[in-house]
């Protein structure tokens, strides 16, 4: 009891490993239900779980052996399997993309083929391979 008490969505199970995510992002052995690591890291079963830095926001999702999880300022993109160090396991962070450069915050995440699409409060972004755009001409200067 009192372990991710902030957790709002159950991500998926990949290779016996469950993730679920809320203000912080957790795995957990499938089989045994025993938490095996978290990020941030801290004290997950005490009220301070509200001052998590960085602290989730909207939906995370699950593509293939990556999580992707929103933060305010970036989507921090985690390998689905911690990595064991000693008697325990450590998150595996693969790449972290910058939000606010974009004009955006994190929100709700889905991945469908190669786009990634975030759903803010007010605004829809899609990234991705888009069609190339044509160059524009430049006025010639006479």
């Known amino acids: ?15 016996n490993t469950l993730i679920a995510a809320g203000d912080r992002l957790y795995w957990f052995d499938a089989a045994r239900g025993t938490l095996l690591t978290q990020y941030p890291a801290g004290q997950p079963d005490v009220a301070a779980t509200a001052t998590a830095s960085p602290r989730g926001i909207g939906q ?47 929100g709700n995440l889905v991945i469908n083929g190669n786009k990634l699409i975030i759903a803010t409060g007010t605004q829809l972004a899609v990234f991705g391979d888009q069609p190339p755009v044509a160059p524009v001409p430049k006025p010639e200067i006479r």
Do not use: H, M, Y
């Open 1 to 15: 009891a009192g372990v991710a008490t902030d957790a709002t969505a159950l991500l998926g199970v990949r290779n």
């Open 60 to 106: 995370g999702t699950i593509a293939g052996d990556q999580v992707w999880w929103p933060t305010r300022e970036n989507i921090l993109v985690f390998s689905t399997q911690p990595e064991r160090r000693g008697n325990g396991f450590v998150p595996q962070l693969v790449k972290e993309i910058p939000l606010v450069p974009r004009g955006l915050t994190g």
